[in-house]
């Protein structure tokens, strides 16, 4: 994998395991311009060929993202649905990433920024957080997957709250809303996501992925289907990790979870 240059307004570092996406544009507190969006996209598809096995989302410059740079002109000769296919298609892509993945939010996060954070699986914060479905009072409605998240983790009723209002919510109204996952102190923010990708990294990889798939696809299935998708599921870790956890507890020694499958 070609690691983009440290200059690049998206970074991509991978190490023992743990991807880190670093937004990089400190000035416009990393708001992205449709070509940014477009280098997000190859970034998230550089992780999913990789061999990391937990992707971290942060931005540079104590900010998270503001969305889309709104200053960064029409776009040319582009179609608006063009510009805007290049900035939700990455966020597809990171939805659909099959390994867990963790949004590190300092500062803002509003518009598609809060949607990009909304796409990971975790999302720790700090109490100078703040967060927006800053849309309306720009007179747009709700993108970028809001108006699919939203309602899923917080319900109807509070989704329209947050989209016709626009509020902007402190770090504790995010985190009593269940929009954040972990609240942290300031200085705090390394060590808890040191901790967490270090326990999602050593963790059996293939059963966590098809705990993700389980789990988001639940509001589609019946409990039968559900029940069925994991009778296959755990099929699958039968002749994976589930052998190496089986060992290692009955000899009273710690286990490694290759994700290899065994037949």
């Known amino acids: 994998m070609t690691a983009p240059p440290p200059d690049a307004p998206v970074r991509l570092a991978v190490e023992n395991g743990v991807a880190t996406l670093t937004l990089d544009r400190p000035a416009t507190k990393n708001a992205l311009t449709p070509d940014h969006w477009s280098e997000l996209g190859a970034a998230v598809a550089a992780v999913a060929a990789s061999e990391a096995r937990v992707l971290v989302v942060t931005g540079a410059g104590g900010d998270f993202c503001a969305g889309a740079d709104l200053g960064s002109g029409p776009g040319g000769e582009r179609h608006p649905l063009d510009r805007m296919d290049r900035i939700t298609g990455p966020l597809i892509a ?5 390994i867990p993945v963790l949004a590190a939010v300092d500062g803002v996060a509003v518009g598609a920024g ?8 975790f999302v720790v914060a700090t109490r100078r957080s703040r967060f927006s479905q800053i849309f309306a009072r720009r007179g747009l409605s709700l993108d970028t997957g809001a108006s699919w998240l939203l309602p899923r983790l ?10 016709y209002f626009a509020e902007m919510l402190s770090a504790g109204e995010a985190y009593e809303f269940g929009l954040v996952t972990w609240l942290v102190g300031d200085g705090e923010m390394d060590d808890m996501v040191a901790r967490l990708t270090r326990e999602l990294a050593a963790a059996p990889p293939v059963a966590l992925r098809l705990d993700k798939a389980l789990l988001d696809h639940a509001h589609q299935r019946t409990f ?4 069925a998708a994991e009778n296959v599921a755990q099929l699958v870790n039968f002749a ?10 009955t000899a009273g020694t710690a286990v490694t979870f290759s994700g290899r499958w065994q037949l």
């Open 154 to 163: 917080v319900g109807l009723h509070t989704a329209k709250r947050l989209a």
């Open 240 to 249: 994976t990790d589930a052998p190496a956890a089986k060992a290692a507890f």
């Open 114 to 121: 809060w949607s990009l954070a909304l796409c990971a699986d």
């Open 224 to 227: 039968r289907e559900a029940v």
């Open 94 to 98: 990171l939805h659909e990433l099959p």
